[in-house]
Each structure stands twice: as C-alpha cells, then as structure tokens.
C-alpha cells in the first residue's frame, strides 16, 4: 500500500541546481526517518543523504556534504533533496526510501520500502 514515487530529475550542466522530490503515499512520514540514495552506471548504490524521524537529525555523504540539503514538507507528505552546485559525478539514478528504524542510516539494506527513481545527469 505505501508507495513512493520521485520527480525532479533532469539534465543540467555543472553548477546548477536541481531539487528531486519524493511523494509517499499510504502512511505518513512525519514520524520516519526518510533517506536519498543514488545509483550510477556501472556502480553500486551508494548513500546520499538522510532525515530522521521529526527532522531531529539529518546526514549526508561525504561527497555531496555541503551542496545537497534532505529535507521534509509534512503537510505534503514529501520529502526533498536540494542539489546544489552539481557535479558531473553526481550523475546518477536517485532514489528514495523509507527507513526501518528512526535514526535512519547509510547502509541500503536498512530500508523497507524504494520508489522507482528519478534520472540526474550532470553534464561538464
């Protein structure tokens, strides 16, 4: 019954700007911790960003620390990543997910329910 659903990808240049969106449906996300992840060709899944359950707390990988703000509208039931001064090797498939615990985490496995992705493509 919960689905998660991401927009907001696009093709940009170096140095743009891009927020993805993650509508989630079927409970609320208030109370949860919500992470970003992203996957590019060739490469394994890798963390990107993550909040907490009540925006308590919120961690990002070492490569985006500083550019991307994870963020959540309640009111919407959505959650966001800001993306800011875009690299080339940001480019990737980004996804959203819902966290088991509400902490939240890094590690992939640790999270219960994906959306279907949003394509990100950085050109230099």
């Known amino acids: 019954q919960v689905q998660l659903v991401e927009s907001g990808g696009g093709l940009v240049q170096a140095g743009d700007s891009l927020r993805l969106s993650c509508q989630v449906s079927?409970?609320?996300?208030?109370?949860?911790?919500m992470g970003w992840f992203r996957q590019a060709p060739g490469k394994e899944r890798e963390f990107v960003a993550v909040i907490s359950y009540a925006s308590a707390r919120t961690d990002y990988a070492a490569s985006v620390k500083g550019r991307f703000t994870i963020s959540r509208d309640n009111t919407k039931n959505t959650v966001y990543l800001q993306m800011n001064n875009l690299k080339p090797e940001d480019t990737a498939v980004y996804y959203c997910a819902v966290d088991r615990g509400l902490w939240g985490s890094s590690k992939a496995e640790e999270y219960d329910t994906w959306g279907q992705g949003t394509q990100v493509t950085v050109s230099s």
């Open positions: 079927g409970r609320t996300i208030t109370n949860i911790a």
